[in-house]
């Protein structure tokens, strides 16, 4: 089984700053692609930005400039450093991983989510 926990989420000013992170853990025999999504109330989920286990990233064009996603692979953590926030950020932030277990081989795993708030 696979676990991510995520943390670092809360209510913001506009224009603050917030640091997202997302421990893996579990039976993992390898993590590929690690994400941060978001889910704003009435909206679809959205890909923020994912990251490579080599490092290259992609970011959404509306973060582009203001967040940051980076991993820890000796961690198993991924990162999102977002700053410039503004209300249109608000949302449920979910880390996504896509990990190799032993037992059920390549797959998604998602995390429970984070709300992130900014107050105008």
């Known amino acids: 089984q696979v676990q991510l926990v995520e943390s670092g989420g809360g209510l913001v000013q506009s224009g603050g700053s917030l640091r997202l992170s997302c421990a893996v853990s579990?039976?993992?025999?390898?993590?590929?692609?690690m994400a941060w999504y978001r889910q704003a109330p009435g909206k679809e989920r959205e890909l923020v930005a994912a990251?490579?286990?080599?490092?290259?990233?992609v970011l959404a064009e509306s973060v582009k400039g203001r967040f940051t996603i980076s991993r820890d692979n000796a961690k198993n953590t991924v990162y999102l450093q977002m700053n410039s926030l503004n209300p249109g950020d608000t949302a449920v932030y979910y880390c996504?991983?896509?990990?190799?277990?032993?037992?059920?081989?390549?797959?998604?795993?998602w995390g429970q989510g984070t709300q992130v708030t900014v107050s105008s």
């Open positions: 990251i490579s286990n080599g490092g290259t990233t």
């Open positions: 996504n991983a896509h990990v190799r277990t032993p037992s059920l081989g390549r797959g998604d795993s």
């Open positions: 579990g039976s993992i025999s390898r993590i590929y692609d």
